[in-house]
């Protein structure tokens, strides 16, 4: 029987933090399964990546919606052992509370919260069958501090950082890792184009959030960065 390879799963991976993961884990020698809703994005971050010594495998889809992350696991789970997962894709709405739509809050919440603890709930049997595993949660320092027009992006990632805390209790016995990472405000692009041409100089780069990450991954396995906070030199915006 073919043994199966280990491979570490991004969600997001088609632009900002979750490409500069891809890249970073790719560099360290990590098959990479990524995932996002643009195919056409993601196969440009492959060809980035362009790395004959690690399997790099592309699938479009919504991780909001559970079927698709079930049938798509369905398919990797035929070659790959997921040892890491890493949950960064996101959505948000920059709109005040009473502005927001119904539409916009359950996307946000459906993307940021739901997909995030499906994917979770999808790998984890297998993390635990193993007794080993990663999974990072790529938060935002919206779930510790408040900022107006984020309401429905700041319960999003409050909720998820609720989970993950508790989600780390019940897995220590199991030996599986659960790091939270809250990024201060960083060049991507769920940043609206006047944000990012007003503020570019004191937002963090994706690339070297992604250095930090994966440092905190590689630490001895008895060990575990729990919470990783990292903010702009000069503060939040």
Not at 37 to 57: F, G
Not at 152 to 160: C, E, F, M, T, V
């Amino acid at each position: 029987m073919k043994s199966k390879q280990k491979a570490v799963w991004i969600t997001g991976a088609s632009s900002g933090i979750g490409k500069s993961l891809s890249v970073e884990f790719a560099k360290n020698g990590k098959n990479l399964i990524l995932t996002s809703r643009k195919n056409d994005a993601l196969e440009r971050v492959k060809k980035e990546i362009n790395n004959p010594k690690i399997s790099v495998e592309t699938i479009a889809f919504d991780i909001s919606v559970i079927d698709e992350i079930e049938k798509n696991f369905e398919t990797i789970s035929k070659n790959y052992e997921i040892e890491c997962l890493i949950n960064n894709a996101g959505v948000t709405s920059f709109s005040y509370a009473a502005k927001d739509t119904v539409s916009q809050i359950k996307n946000i919440i459906d993307t940021n919260l739901l997909g995030s603890i499906y994917m979770i709930k999808t790998v984890l049997p297998g993390m635990i069958n193993r007794k080993k595993g990663t999974i990072i949660n790529i938060q935002s320092v919206a779930a510790k501090k408040v900022f107006t027009k984020s309401s429905a992006y700041a319960a999003s990632k409050a909720g998820l950082s609720a989970y993950s805390q508790v989600l780390r209790e019940e897995l220590r016995e199991h030996n599986i890792r659960v790091i939270d990472v809250y990024p201060g405000a960083t060049k991507t692009p769920i940043w609206p184009n006047d944000a990012l041409e007003k503020y570019s100089d004191r937002m963090m780069s994706p690339d070297e959030i992604s250095k930090f990450i994966f440092n905190a991954y590689s630490v001895n396995s008895n060990m575990v960065t729990e919470e990783l906070v990292i903010r702009p030199m000069k503060g939040d915006l």
